[in-house]
């Protein structure tokens, strides 16, 4: 009836059906490898060269430059390798947060719907969505003076709304059930109800928005990257696709396909796995 | 109708108050930009003063929202130029390069939704959700440089301008416009073709539609009668929701990218370069464009849906 | 004697899952008079719905397949046709109406719309003769303002004028046959008496031959000249609707019949039911699949179908009929 046992069953039977699923297995897979590499560079094994420049520029794969280099000479491997840990603790952070931000507001405001509470979280929702995202994200940058976090708290702030209004639908919906009358009448207190009871039954929908916002956290950096407004210091796919957009006009490919090959096959893996997710999650019958 | 438009008012206040709060009160201080060298200690009052910096937090946001109100903005920081003119001049330029790209994904998306829905498990729904999926995996930065090379540089087909506007008539607005237009149409299409393919599978498993089977209507007749109309209202919110983000953010990249003088051009020049007249319109602009779309839809609700009518 | 309205042979419809085969319809056989009114009788689940579907060429689910020795209707055949010729059939020659009309109706077209779409697809005609047509079929179903009907929409009516409204729908081109499955079950006591009336009407002017599904004995009691009764996608006894009611042959029809409750029993007598539970599908015994719940069964029930068979003024499957 809604208990943790029964989610525990149901979470199982769903993990069975999710492994069944070839697609959704390569995903978990190439999300694993770029995890793994990123591990390898925050714990100093790899890519540690990224930075440093030397006098073959634009060199083409060799066995010390397995990628090449560019146009500083540096290496493109290693660039590529730090800007995989770097997508990845943007998505992971921002996709954090996000999740964290938007189910405590939308808990908040499906269970006290249409009060005055409800209302506010709902206009901020509301404005949040009509500001233009990237005016959004150059005001938070100057207005905190350039600082690198300034990218993920407006990436955060905006990408809490997705989140919120579904667990409010959610909350809405479940809190008509029996097992939340049952577990008013015998006197839980709200906010237990809410944490302990209907949200371990909203596990399945936040994975899969979990997965979706990833992936538009990591496409918005490299369009912030692009733009100036994200990543400075270090490197990030966002940056070596900016520096090559030059570059690929006069006929140096090297830093464009490391960094939108690796790009695309992160991207892939998550929306594999987004899908994967989602089917496994389909409940509509697929008999009679 | 009323109670939206109401609703309405509290939303551009809070736009405006946070948009405020972040690009002018937070924003860029230009006084010593508009100053030369050594600077005196009047000089900076004089301009702080005249840049309005001295007051209080409240006068300048009652003074900006008296902007949004009679649309007057004053005067670009850059270049001087009136506000107004500056939008008259760049709204029409991003209209006319967002606007083929945003209808024909939608179209597309559309079409192959409505085909993928109909022949649901075969193998062109198959190719097609990959197909998807695979678009929905590549950066818009990614697909824009892509085509840039391809059909723009002499790596390829060298058929298409690398940068630049000079629009007067339809042959050369093609001219312009077909590669932003293509790289909008790759962008999108992946996510609308599964937005409007898991509209019209829900549609299709309803009750209704199977009387329709029944009663020997033709697939046409119910894709094109039955299922569209009854999937009109998701289907109509999504793409009206999506007017102000894709005018606004796509025009902003593309633009930026392509060179192309319209509002996501300026607006970008604007941040880089904390023009704050034009930051204020743009972000006002986007509020209000917001509010009309909500009010748009819901009257598009009642035209086409008479369940709604209830209401 | 004149050729059936509707003619079932040997329907049979079987699943194919990843644990096996399924039967879901095994050898259903039946005739359809004009002017009479046939129930098929089962509990929930049994196959009486899909054998419609199955009839109108309609099964959802890819998995599964349908064989059939003959579906014709007034001797012409049905099961064979390709989609276009079927088009043409559905809604012409043989028409249904649901169990609720209210989710059946389309909710975005007038009723009008809906039922003038049908007669201009079959038979055609001016504007105005269309419109005719379909404000004279929803008047012929009682509507005192037809016009009004044809101007609203299916959330705008009560369950009863939705399903008076199907009815002209399923009518309007005077199909040979007409499938009435489940059609009162959702409505409440009053508004099932004007269905089944509407339905008797239609049955006496004698064009038409309709099949009337339900779970429910006393409607079936009330309508049909003829009944069938399923069990687990066999049709194990048909009927004239005297007979059945009075002096059924088959352990299963009579455990059904005397399930009704009957206002002249006793307190102290207990309602009677049949014990045991339905077999799943998975799990279909392999000789008479209600040999596990029949008092009167014995080794040959065990091992083997028994068929079809005439038995008075019906037919029996069982071995040993009452």
Request: glycine share 8%.
């Amino acid at each position: 009836m809604g208990g943790p046992t029964d989610v525990a069953v149901v979470n199982a039977a769903l993990w069975h059906r999710f492994s069944k699923d070839r697609f959704g297995i390569s995903g978990l897979l190439i999300i694993v490898i770029f995890a793994i590499l990123s591990l390898c560079v925050w714990f100093g094994i790899l890519g540690q060269g990224w930075a440093q420049t030397s006098g073959s520029y634009w060199a083409s794969a060799s066995m010390e430059h397995w990628f090449g280099t560019n146009r500083l000479g540096q290496d493109i491997l290693d660039r590529t390798l730090v800007g995989a840990a770097t997508a990845l603790e943007v998505g992971f952070s921002v996709t954090l947060f996000s999740i964290l931000l938007g189910v405590v507001l939308g808990a908040i405001s499906g269970w006290r719907s249409h009060s005055w509470l409800d209302e506010i979280i709902l206009w901020a929702m509301g404005v949040l969505d009509s500001i233009p995202f990237y005016l959004f994200a150059a005001a938070l940058a100057f207005a905190m003076r350039g600082q690198y976090f300034a990218m993920h708290l407006a990436m955060i702030l905006t990408f809490w709304t997705t989140t919120a209004r579904i667990i409010r639908a959610e909350v809405m919906r479940l809190k008509q059930r029996e097992f939340v009358e049952a577990a008013r009448a015998i006197g839980l207190p709200g906010m237990t109800i809410v944490f302990r009871h209907i949200l371990p039954n909203t596990v399945h929908i936040l994975l899969v928005q979990a997965t979706i916002i990833f992936v538009v956290a990591i496409k918005t950096e490299v369009i912030l990257s692009f733009l100036g407004l994200g990543v400075s210091n270090g490197v990030s796919w966002g940056l070596m696709l900016a520096e090559s957009s030059q570059e690929v006009l006069t006929g140096h490919f090297g830093n464009f396909l490391a960094a939108s090959l690796s790009l695309f096959a992160l991207l892939m893996g998550f929306n594999l796995l987004t899908d994967a997710l989602q089917d496994a999650f389909d409940n509509r019958g697929k008999i009679v | 109708m009323t109670r939206r438009l109401l609703y309405g008012i509290p939303l551009m206040l809070g736009v405006t108050l946070v948009s405020f709060m972040l690009m002018v009160y937070f924003g860029p201080d230009q006084t010593y930009e508009l100053l030369g060298k050594n600077p005196t200690a009047q000089q900076i009052t004089e301009v702080r003063h005249s840049l309005g910096y001295d007051r209080s937090f409240v006068v300048r946001y009652v003074g900006y929202l008296k902007e949004v109100v009679t649309l007057n903005f004053g005067l670009s920081a850059s270049s001087g130029e009136s506000v107004t003119d500056i939008l008259k001049r760049t709204l029409p330029v991003s209209l006319a390069l967002i606007l083929p790209g945003f209808v024909l994904g939608n179209l597309l998306g559309l079409g192959f939704g409505m085909l993928t829905a109909w022949y649901r498990g075969g193998w062109l729904d198959k190719w097609v959700m990959t197909a998807s999926v695979v678009g929905m995996s590549v950066s818009f930065l990614v697909i824009i440089i892509v085509l840039q090379v391809l059909l723009c540089t002499p790596y390829g087909l060298n058929m298409f301008p690398v940068r630049g506007w000079q629009v007067h008539d339809i042959g050369s607005w093609l001219y312009y416009v077909s590669v932003p237009t293509l790289a909008l149409v790759l962008v999108t299409l992946g996510y609308n073709t599964r937005f409007y393919r898991a509209v019209m599978v829900e549609e299709i498993e309803r009750d209704h539609i199977r009387t329709a089977r029944i009663y020997g209507a033709s697939p046409f007749s119910i894709m094109f009668r039955h299922v569209l109309k009854n999937s009109l209202v998701p289907i109509l919110t999504r793409v009206m929701y999506s007017i102000p983000f894709v005018v606004v953010s796509g025009s902003l990249l593309l633009e930026s990218y392509f060179g192309i003088p319209g509002v996501g051009l300026v607006t970008f020049n604007a941040i880089t370069s904390g023009d704050q007249p034009v930051l204020k319109a743009v972000v006002s602009l986007t509020g209000i464009l917001f509010v009309l779309v909500m009010l748009v839809t819901d009257i598009f609700y009642k035209w086409v849906d008479p369940r709604m009518l209830r209401s | 004697m004149t050729v059936p309205a509707l003619k079932v042979s040997n329907l049979k419809v079987v699943l194919n899952t990843r644990t096996g085969v399924r039967t879901l319809l095994d050898n259903v056989s039946f005739d359809l008079h004009a002017g009479q009114v046939s129930g098929l009788v089962g509990e929930s689940g049994c196959g009486k719905t899909l054998t419609a579907f199955a009839i109108l060429g309609q099964l959802p689910i890819a998995g599964m397949q349908v064989s059939s020795s003959a579906i014709q209707i007034n001797g012409k055949d049905i099961a064979n046709l390709t989609d276009a010729q079927r088009r043409r059939v559905l809604g012409r020659d043989i028409a249904m109406i649901f169990q609720q009309p209210g989710r059946a109706l389309d909710p975005v077209f007038t009723l009008g719309h809906q039922i003038e779409d049908v007669f201009g697809r079959h038979i055609g005609g001016s504007k105005k003769a269309i419109r005719q047509a379909m404000l004279d079929a929803l008047a012929g179903v009682g509507f005192e303002q037809p016009e009004k009907i044809a101007a609203a929409y299916a959330h705008q009516l009560s369950g009863g004028m939705r399903q008076l409204a199907m009815i002209a729908m399923a009518t309007i081109c005077k199909p040979a046959v007409l499938i009435a499955d489940e059609p009162t079950t959702a409505l409440d006591i009053s508004t099932r008496a004007l269905i089944l009336q509407k339905l008797g009407s239609i049955q006496k002017t004698g064009d038409t031959a309709i099949l009337m599904i339900s779970h429910d004995l006393s409607v079936i009691r009330q309508l049909c000249q003829q009944v069938m009764v399923m069990y687990c996608g066999r049709i194990i006894e048909t009927a004239p609707n005297t007979q059945l009611f009075t002096h059924p042959r088959h352990p299963y029809s009579a455990g059904l019949i005397n399930c009704i409750p009957d206002i002249h029993i006793k307190q102290s007598d207990a309602i009677s039911t049949i014990p045991g539970r339905v077999p799943s599908m998975e799990s279909l015994p392999a000789g008479c699949y209600f040999e596990p719940r029949c008092s009167r069964s014995v080794a040959e029930c065990v091992q083997s179908a028994p068929q079809l068979l005439p038995e008075k003024a019906g037919c029996v499957a069982c071995f040993r009929p009452l």
